[in-house]
Antibody
Framework: EVHLVESGGGSVQPGGSLRLSCAAS????????MDWVRQAPGKGLEFVSS????????QSANSVKGRFTISRDNSKNTLYLQMGSLRVEDMAVYYC?????????WGQGTLVTVSS | EIVMTQSPATLSVSPGERATLSCRAS?????LAWYQQKPGQAPSLLIY???TRATDIPARFSGSGSGTEFTLTISSLQSEDFAVYYC?????????FGGGTKVEIK
């Protein structure tokens, strides 16, 4: 059974940094592209970043380019999102999701709060 | 960026009735998915390729459309179907979602 478990969320001040992790199990992690998608409180879904199965190529939303970095460690079956220069508008639940075209599996999400 | 527009924002439907949700893309796309999200839960995949049901999705859910106009139909609403539904294009970077349609009990 596919499981994706995010961690690393928490409260941070504007301008701060945070690293999210997503531990994957139940499938061959190294064979799948993986993404981060976020959802601000009471709002809709927003693509954040994507990484290919081998980590060789990434895509990011304009809103996070230059501030967030997606990476993965296939030996540890783990996806990461390094977030820097955090803004109030980055406050959201961050989901990791397996991308097969659409997203066929999602984690339960981790909440990032940005507040002074 | 391809903008996805969903309508209506809220749909009030009685159990057993049919629900029709719309999604419009700002450009022609071929890869469209629908997701369901219940309160406090992650989204889950319902439909991909505009009309193919994902694994274990009941037949009362159907997707249709092409080009820029797409529709999700729930033929007879069950209590567990009251949720928010999102469309998503996965044609072009950045991948984009519609703003969602909340299906609520009438």
């Amino acid at each position: 059974e596919v499981h994706l478990v995010e961690s690393g969320g928490g409260s941070v001040q504007p301008g701060g940094s945070l690293r999210l992790s997503c531990a994957a199990s139940g499938f061959t992690f190294s064979s799948y592209a993986m993404d981060w998608v976020r959802q601000a409180p009471g709002k809709g879904l927003e693509f954040v970043s994507s990484i290919t199965s081998d980590g060789g190529s990434t895509q990011s939303a304009n809103s996070v380019k230059g501030r967030f970095t997606i990476s993965r460690d296939n030996s540890k079956n783990t996806l990461y999102l390094q977030m820097g220069s955090l803004r109030v508008e980055d406050m959201a639940v961050y989901y990791c999701a397996r991308r097969v075209g659409p997203y066929d599996f999602w984690g339960q999400g981790t909440l990032v709060t940005v507040s002074s | 960026e391809i903008v996805m527009t969903q309508s209506p924002a809220t749909l009030s439907v009685s159990p057993g009735e049919r629900a029709t949700l719309s999604c419009r893309a700002s450009q022609t796309i071929t890869n469209l998915a629908w997701y369901q999200q219940k309160p406090g839960q992650a989204p889950s995949l319902l439909i991909y390729g505009a009309s193919t049901r994902a694994t274990d999705i009941p037949a009362r859910f159907s997707g249709s459309g092409s080009g820029t106009e797409f529709t999700l139909t729930i033929s007879s609403l069950q209590s567990e179907d009251f949720a928010v539904y999102y469309c998503q294009q996965y044609n072009t970077w950045p991948l984009t979602f519609g703003g969602g349609t909340k299906v609520e009990i009438k």
